[in-house]
């Protein structure tokens, strides 16, 4: 099992920045891939940025240039930066970690709000 937890979120302007961090703890040993989705009201949960363990990312295209990812394998944690947040960036942000092919684990969800 790998248990989730998030920090971070919150509100924000728009054009602003907010910082969400995610650490996983039992057995992390295996975990592959680490990363985040969200999802808005009345929208299916989508993805916002995968890494690998060896670092590689990779972002949906509506926040390319504009977020970053990244990952402490040895804190087991992994990071979102969001820069020059939109307003249709807000929504429920969850924290989610893969080991393999299995189902992924997932955290408890943070909200952002970025208001215009």
């Known amino acids: 099992q790998v248990q989730l937890v998030e920090s971070g979120g919150g509100l924000a302007q728009a054009g602003g920045s907010l910082r969400l961090s995610c650490a996983a703890s039992g057995t992390t040993f295996s975990i592959t891939r680490m990363g985040w989705y969200r999802q808005a009201p009345g929208k299916e949960r989508e993805l916002v940025a995968g890494?690998?363990?060896?670092?590689?990312?990779n972002y949906a295209d509506s926040v390319k240039g504009r977020f970053a990812i990244s990952r402490d394998n040895a804190r087991n944690t992994v990071n979102l930066q969001m820069n020059s947040l939109k307003p249709e960036d807000t929504a429920v942000y969850y924290c989610?970690?893969?080991?393999?092919?299995?189902?992924?684990?997932w955290g408890q969800g943070t909200q952002v709000t970025v208001s215009s």
């Open positions: 989610f970690a893969r080991r393999g092919v299995l189902n992924p684990y």
């Open positions: 890494i690998s363990s060896g670092g590689i990312p």
